[in-house]
C-alpha cells in the first residue's frame, strides 16, 4: 500500500549469475524465498504473504536439484 513509489531496482541478476529458490520446495507454506548465487551464497527475501505470485512463479520452474 504506498510502498511500491519507495521501490528502487539495486540490481538485475541473469538466470546464470542467480535463481530465486524456495527452500522447501513448496512443502511449507511460508514466506521465505532465496535468491541464491552461483557460488552457493544466497539472500533470503521475506514476502509479505504467504504463497504470493513469486512463490507460485518458483514453484512452477523446474528444479535446478532434480
Not at 36 to 52: A, C, I, K, P, Y
Amino acid at each position: 500500500m504506498g510502498r511500491e513509489k519507495h521501490l528502487q531496482v539495486v540490481a538485475r541478476l541473469s538466470a546464470a549469475e542467480a535463481a530465486l529458490v524456495d527452500p522447501f520446495s513448496g512443502e511449507l507454506e511460508t514466506r521465505m524465498l532465496l535468491i541464491r548465487f552461483q557460488d552457493g551464497s544466497w539472500l533470503r527475501v521475506d514476502t509479505e504473504e504467504l504463497r504470493n505470485n513469486l512463490h507460485l512463479y518458483v514453484l512452477r520452474q523446474p528444479s535446478a536439484d532434480n
